[in-house]
Structures are given as C-alpha cells and as structure tokens.
C-alpha cells in the first residue's frame, strides 16, 4: 500500500544523507591529500629551522572547508538542475578529484634548502 503524498525513488532524507557523505568524503579526501605536502612546514625540515605551524591555523580549515564545500555545492546545483542523484554523484565526485589534482599540483608549501652553500 502505497501513502499518499509520497513518491517512490530517492526520499529528502536519502538526499540528506548524500549530501552529508560527499560533504565528508571531499573533505577526507582533500586533508590526506594535504597532508603530506604541509608535513614540512610542521616538522621544519633541518634541525626545526623552518617550522611554520600557520599552516595548522590557517590552511588546515580553509583546505578542509573547501574539500568539503565544493563537492556539496556542485552536487545540489547538478541534482537541482537534473533531478538524477547518480549523475550528481558522479558530477560530485569528479569535481572532488578535480579539486585534489588542483590542490596538489598548486599548493606548495615554503621549502628552503637543506644547506645553503
């Protein structure tokens, strides 16, 4: 028996959840990808001369909010306009590598040599 009012398919709270999920794994994915390019600026290379822990205050959040922001925001605008939650999955997920390559191939952390001759 069938309720009224209700639709079968994709309920708001599977929609919810989703949303949550891409939120979390784009957010997951971007710090690990992160992290080991700010592991110098934490450990400060030779002796601890150049440790810079802003990297901690400052791009820790901005690189946690944005891996999980991105993903989200491209995933409702492609649900909103398709009204398919596989594509917008897939559109989620691609924008979240897309992301990470970007984040990795530019974000490079302060790096002076070793031993300056």
Do not use: C, I
């Amino acid at each position: 028996m069938r309720r009224r009012g209700v639709r079968p398919g994709v309920t708001e709270a599977t929609k919810g959840l989703t949303g949550l999920l891409v939120a979390v794994l784009g957010s997951a994915s971007a710090l690990l990808a992160w992290a080991p390019l700010a592991r110098v600026n934490v450990e400060g290379g030779f002796e601890g001369q150049r440790r810079d822990l802003s990297v901690l205050y400052v791009d820790l959040p901005l690189v946690a909010a944005g891996g999980a922001l991105v993903p989200l925001a491209f995933w409702l605008l492609t649900l909103r306009g398709s009204r398919r939650p596989g594509l917008a999955a897939l559109v989620a997920v691609a924008v979240a590598a897309l992301g990470v390559w970007a984040l990795t191939s530019w974000w490079a952390p302060h790096q002076v040599p070793e031993f300056a001759g």
